[in-house]
């Protein structure tokens, strides 16, 4: 029974190892939006500062930084002012005030520089006189047809009728040789 043992021994071991990982795993993971579904925690609420320290905020470190970046003396200010006085409430105070705007006047709008003008493009040609060149050559194999039995008087009353409208059309169209 002793071989029978074994593998399962080997297969029950990962499982044993995962349940103490999770016995250590921290136990203050809790859900700040519950509902949504996320992938991990806000960054603003896993602040780590190295060495332990209190728990700051996204927002309170940005104006920490800013403060920092703004003074280029405040090392020099916090290594003067004792650790007591910086503990008391130092971080609460809301950042500096910066002034908006500049002092000097606004520049000279004809010395900006000015975005390019467009330059015109000549309307497409028409294509109209293609269009009525295209119906003269359409239509005129056939008044020429017409014409020729009128003239031989086998074009009825209806016929001469027709005749008359594409030669109408024809002049329309700009036919030199219509009548």
């Not at 920490?64 to 503990?87: I, L």
């Not at 493009?121 to 194999?141: C, E, G, N, Y």
């Not at 005749?163 to 700009?174: A, F, I, P, V």
Request: proline share 16%; charged share 25%.
């Amino acid at each position: 029974m002793t071989p029978h043992l074994q593998p399962l021994a080997y297969h029950l071991a990962p499982l044993v190892l995962l349940l103490a990982a999770g016995a250590c795993a921290p136990s203050d993971l809790r859900d700040d939006m519950p509902g949504r579904a996320q992938a991990f925690p806000p960054i603003h609420e896993q602040t780590v500062i190295p060495g332990g320290g209190e728990r700051r905020t996204w927002s309170q470190i940005q104006a920490e930084q800013s403060r920092a970046g703004s003074k280029p003396t405040t090392q020099t200010r916090e290594a003067e002012v004792p650790q007591a006085s910086r503990d008391s409430g130092d971080t609460d105070r809301p950042p500096p005030k910066r002034r908006r705007g500049s002092s000097s006047p606004p520049p000279d709008p004809a010395a900006l520089p000015q975005p390019p003008r467009p330059i015109p493009v000549p309307p497409p040609p028409s294509s109209q006189s293609a269009t009525d060149a295209f119906k003269r050559d359409l239509i005129r194999p056939e008044v020429d047809r017409m014409r020729t039995d009128d003239a031989m008087g086998r074009l009825d009353p209806l016929g001469q009728r027709d005749l008359m409208k594409r030669e109408n059309d024809l002049r329309q169209w700009g036919d030199p040789l219509a009548r």
